[in-house]
Nanobody, 123 residues
Framework: QVQLVESGGGVVQAGDSLTLSCAAS????????VGWFRQALGKERDFVAA????????YYQDSVKGRFTISRDSASNTVYLRMNSLKPEDTAVYYC????????????????WGQGTQVTVSS
């Protein structure tokens, strides 16, 4: 069974940076693609970024391109989401998720999910 644990959320001001971590364990998690999603209050869960199992390929939602960077450390089996130039509209609960197929943006295709971490960006 794959387990994912997010950390690193918090309250920051617009323009600040924050790095989220997603620690994976169990099963063949080190060979899974990992995606970050976010869900703002009252809205649907949206795709943010994804990285394939070896870290060589990434995929981003247009609104975060150039501001967010997804990366992974194979030794610790941890995926990171570095968020720069944060905006109030980035406020949401951020989730990491894992699946075996590759760079996928659809939340329905992810089999394993973390519990989420809150990011709040004040103006």
């Amino acid at each position: 069974q794959v387990q994912l644990v997010e950390s690193g959320g918090g309250v920051v001001q617009a323009g600040d940076s924050l790095t989220l971590s997603c620690a994976a364990s169990g099963g063949a998690s080190k060979y899974y693609a990992v995606g970050w999603f976010r869900q703002a209050l009252g809205k649907e869960r949206d795709f943010v970024a994804a990285i394939n199992w070896d870290g060589h390929s990434t995929y981003y939602q247009d609104s975060v391109k150039g501001r967010f960077t997804i990366s992974r450390d194979s030794a610790s089996n941890t995926v990171y989401l570095r968020m720069n130039s944060l905006k109030p509209e980035d406020t949401a609960v951020y989730y990491c998720a894992a699946q075996e197929e590759g760079l996928i943006a659809s939340a329905d295709d992810y089999a394993y999910w973390g519990q989420g971490t809150q990011v709040t960006v004040s103006s």
